[in-house]
């Protein structure tokens, strides 16, 4: 008997452990998009047009001297399949990912938001059916740019 009401219950307590993990992974993922889109914020601050690395043009703009390295570098474990995204908040207009160029037209006072995402793979069965096998997690970040 109790075999049959263990049997009975061994699913529901499957789903609860493993979402409960899912759930684990899923608050550590959006702890290091928190942190790399802070870290890219930091960044932002006072270099706010180095987007992306640009070794090619001779700028300044090259590896580790930009937004996207200072944020999908703020930590070793952090996975390489990062995105960041960088705009203004006055004109919500994107800022592209190869500007690095002097003067900077982006003057201090400037308001930027810094976004950090990454996709999390659920690999509970039943709630990955619900919501999809993979959930696209954003962090973001607003900075003002200094002088």
Known sequence: MALVEFA???????????????????????NELTNAAREGGRFAQFFPQ??????????DCYKPNSITYAATN???????????????????AV???????????????THIKVSV???????????????GQTITLTRSVEVVVQG
Do not use: H, K
Request: net charge negative.
């Open 74 to 92: 703020e930590q070793a474990s952090v996975s390489s399949n990062f995105t960041v995204s960088v705009s203004r908040l006055d004109t919500n």
């Open 8 to 30: 009975l219950v061994l699913p529901f307590l499957a789903m609860l452990v493993f979402g409960a993990i899912d759930l684990g992974r899923a608050f550590a993922l959006r």
């Open 95 to 109: 800022i592209p990912a190869t500007t690095c160029v002097d003067p900077p037209t982006i003057v201090p006072g």
């Open 117 to 131: 995402s990454a996709p999390f793979r659920v690999l509970t069965p039943i709630v990955s059916r619900l919501t």
């Open 50 to 59: 180095q987007v992306e690395d640009d070794s090619s043009s001779g700028s």
